[in-house]
């Protein structure tokens, strides 16, 4: 640890700065495309938000714009099925990092249908598979969650780019029809995925995703709230998690140069989870080859060295 975190002067200057400097850079990737409702977005929105535990907002460009969580709702996803599930959850889905692309097939085979952690897509569907069957309507539990947790009551899935996932979603079937033929899939396939695409349709600002993740940076306490969403063993799984997997395969790089948990998703967001002190979430729709937002990435690795941020 490297003790508490330095105080900018200004911290909403410093995210004025990072903006503006992402802003000349060349956006690093292509927007994804492969779920084509994603790919109309604009690829130069910018935003990002950092919420401290004692609920100073920081924020600067467009913070406040709803975007696709995608794999960033795996984290919400996992922190409702750790409440519902105790050990033998990690039964079904591991804890190591996987070293393959976030939607690879090959290992899931060579280990009967359990994947490597909750943040690859076969782990994330594990996941859904649990609150399916835990939940008589997952998705409105699922909407219902992060609306307490963010506190703004308007967040919803985006229908067209639910659609689109549904259509453009072989792969995710494949993983999931396989994880059943191990008897790793409880409920039935086409219902589990409905929910996982669901989940990744959901549309939250920087300035939601940085205030609902603060438990995280809170030993499992929902900071203003002071509500228990998870106890704080709880919170250090899914921080160990998110440090070991939460950037896919350059969860790594990731670790090696800003040392933060973090997850990532392809709608182009990243939240970072700085331990005591809050939560910065970042957003540009450009990702790079491992999936991840390249200039999103570049705001929360600049604002973490800035600030002397890193958890080892
Ligand atoms: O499963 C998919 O393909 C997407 N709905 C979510 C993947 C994702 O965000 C991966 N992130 N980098």
Known sequence: MEGTPKQ???????????????????????????????????PEHLGIAVVELDGTVHIAGDAHTPFSIQSISKVFGLAIAMQRMDDVLWERVRMEPSGQ?????????????????????????????VLVSHYSASKTA???????????????????????????????????????????????VPEVLDHYFFQCSVEMSCIDLAKSLGFLANRGVQPGTEQVIC????????????????????????????????????????????????????????????GNPTRAVEMVTQFAERLGLSVY
């Open 8 to 42: 900018p002067k200004n911290c909403g200057s410093l995210l004025e700065e990072l903006v503006e400097k992402a802003r000349q850079q060349a956006p690093g990737g292509q927007v994804a495309d492969y779920i084509p409702a994603l790919a109309e977005v604009d």
């Open 101 to 129: 692309a976030f939607n690879s097939i090959v290992q899931l085979e060579w280990e009967h249908g359990i994947p490597r952690n909750p943040f690859i897509n076969a782990g994330a569907i594990v996941i859904a598979d």
């Open 142 to 188: 699922f909407v219902q969650y992060v609306r307490q947790l963010s506190g703004n009551p308007n967040i919803h899935a985006n229908h067209r780019v639910w659609e689109s996932e549904k259509e453009h979603g072989n792969r995710n079937a494949a993983l999931a029809y396989l994880m059943k033929s191990f008897g790793n899939i409880e409920s039935e």
């Open 231 to 290: 106890d704080a063993r709880s919170a250090h799984r899914i921080n160990a998690l998110l440090s070991t997997s939460g950037m896919y395969d350059q969860s790594g790089e990731f670790a090696f140069t800003v040392g933060l948990p973090a997850k990532s998703g392809v709608g182009g967001g990243i939240v970072a989870v700085v331990p005591d002190y809050g939560v910065i979430a970042a957003w540009s729709p450009p990702l790079n080859r491992f």
